[in-house]
């Protein structure tokens, strides 16, 4: 899986930003990270030291944020930005293999707790180019 993630950069455009929907982060209303320097959120236990040494230091990107919130809300889903929450290891393990500069600006937004996707029936999102 690691040498499969780091040359699927190698097949693929660099893009402008990403934007990680993160199976490890759960909250009322669908929350998306709106820091311009997210720390690292270390939502994993029991592993060495090192493992809560990692650094990955992407810029956030606020005005992605709020495009991302105003789009989701032109389509019924209230949503909301954290502006103190770091990145998980949903996001910064695969995405330091993949872009280990840390040069992309991301996002990440939650899930909804409980994981009920019947609110969403039906609803349809497209980002253009960023």
Do not use: C
Not at 3 to 25: C, E, G, R, T, Y
Not at 97 to 115: E, H, K, V, W
Request: zero cysteines; hydrophobic letters at 40%; charged letters at 25%.
């Amino acid at each position: 899986m690691i040498d499969f993630m780091k040359k699927l950069s190698q097949q693929l455009n660099k893009p402008n930003a990403v934007i990680v929907i993160s199976a490890h982060w759960e909250e009322s209303l669908p929350t998306i990270t709106g820091n311009e320097s997210p720390s690292l959120f270390y939502d994993y236990y029991g592993f060495p030291d090192r493992a809560y040494e990692l650094k990955y230091p992407a810029p956030g990107n606020p005005k992605l944020a709020e495009r991302v919130k105003k789009i989701l809300e032109e389509r019924g889903i209230v949503s909301k930005i954290d502006k103190e929450r770091g990145f998980d290891h949903g996001l910064f393990i695969p995405l330091k293999m993949m872009y280990p500069n840390a040069d992309i600006p991301m996002i990440q937004i939650s899930l909804i707790n409980g994981l009920d996707p019947s609110p969403f029936a039906g609803k349809s999102i497209r980002f253009a180019r960023y």
